[in-house]
Nanobody, 124 residues
Framework: QVQLVESGGGLVQAGGSLRLSCAAS????????MAWFRQAPRSHSEFVAA????????YNTNSVKCRFTISRDNAKNTVYLQMDSLNSEDTAVYYC?????????????????WGQGTQVTVSS
């Protein structure tokens, strides 16, 4: 059974940093694209970043504006999201997702597996 488990969320002051981790189990995702989405209260899910099997990555530049960095460690079957210069608009539940293909995608419906989410709260 495939599981994605996020960790690293929490409460941080504006301007601070957090590093989210997503550990996958049940299958190897080294050749699959993985992504982070987030959902703020009373808002729709929003694409944050994705990384392909070739380590190429894409970002929602309107929202994260070069403040976030996605990376992966295939040996650990884990993907990370380094978040710097956090502000209150980054407050949300962050979800890890994996798709069966290696190509990058921005739409949530393109992803098959999802984690349970981790809360990130930025205080101003």
């Amino acid at each position: 059974q495939v599981q994605l488990v996020e960790s690293g969320g929490g409460l941080v002051q504006a301007g601070g940093s957090l590093r989210l981790s997503c550990a996958a189990s049940g299958r190897t995702f080294s050749t699959h694209a993985m992504a982070w989405f987030r959902q703020a209260p009373r808002s729709h899910s929003e694409f944050v970043a994705a990384i392909g099997w070739t380590i190429c990555s894409i970002y929602n530049t309107n929202s994260v504006k070069c403040r976030f960095t996605i990376s992966r460690d295939n040996a650990k079957n884990t993907v990370y999201l380094q978040m710097d210069s956090l502000n209150s608009e980054d407050t949300a539940v962050y979800y890890c997702a994996a798709r069966l293909q290696g190509a990058l995608a921005r739409m949530s419906e393109d992803y098959t597996y999802w984690g349970q989410g981790t809360q990130v709260t930025v205080s101003s």
